[in-house]
């Protein structure tokens, strides 16, 4: 399969990956409390599929709380897209197709709106 991503973690600079990965989680077990669980019997990969249909499920109600929100989706996944690279010393594989699509639709860069992460950790 082209599109399955190494299951061998990318560097986690400052030790909190693991704890950023717990935090989606619980986010993700709330939201699937409102959507589709799998049965009891369900086999590991009926599971597997559910989860992935159950995030895409979220990610989309992202971009329906963005249109609500007067936020601008492509942004915030822009932004998303460099702190995730901070974050895995620019080795980790998720978002890389998405920063590269940006290059090859030479979209702009967009101003971040984020906290200028690299800036607070200064001041601390």
Known sequence: MANMISRRLPPDPDGMNHERARWAAETL????????????????????????????DFLANLAHY???????LQEVLHNAALQYEEETDGEGAQLAQYRRLEAVWQISPV???????????RQN
């Open 66 to 72: 963005c249109d609500r929100s007067d936020m601008d």
């Open 111 to 121: 101003k971040p709106t984020a906290i200028d992460r690299p800036a607070l950790r």
């Open 29 to 56: 077990e709330l939201f699937e409390r409102h959507g589709e669980r799998p049965s009891m019997n369900a086999t590991e990969d009926e599971r597997r599929m559910l989860a992935k249909q159950n995030l895409s």
